[in-house]
């Protein structure tokens, strides 16, 4: 499933939040699997940030292991794969980044 978080795009998402808090209520809800893949803009029109939003929901551990930043912001890019790369989610592109747990 590709679920998007983004004010303004649809870029044929299955799921689509348009701000910051219906994402927050998305996220805290969602039983993500493998496959899905969560795009996510840095622009959420309002005070609050897709970084934010990253920040939020990597604390809480509700991201699924595949993200996708789509946002046109260049300083925003930079910070959300700031926050990304410090979460230990890898990328070969800096759009798609996706997290591989460490075996113990």
Not at 32 to 45: E, M, N, Q, Y
Not at 50 to 56: E, H, M, S
Request: charged share 25%; with cysteine.
């Amino acid at each position: 499933m590709y679920i998007l978080i983004d004010d303004e795009r649809g870029l044929g998402a299955d799921v689509i939040c348009r701000n910051y808090k219906a994402a927050l209520r998305l996220l805290a809800k969602l039983d993500a699997r493998p496959s899905d893949v969560l795009g996510i803009d840095f622009d959420l029109g309002g005070n609050e940030s897709g970084n934010d939003l990253l920040i939020w929901a990597i604390a809480y551990k509700y991201l699924p292991k595949n993200i996708q930043i789509v946002t046109m912001n260049p300083v925003g890019r930079k910070q959300m794969i700031n926050t990304l790369k410090d979460a230990g989610y890898s990328s070969n592109d800096n759009i798609n980044f996706y997290y591989v747990e460490e075996s113990k």
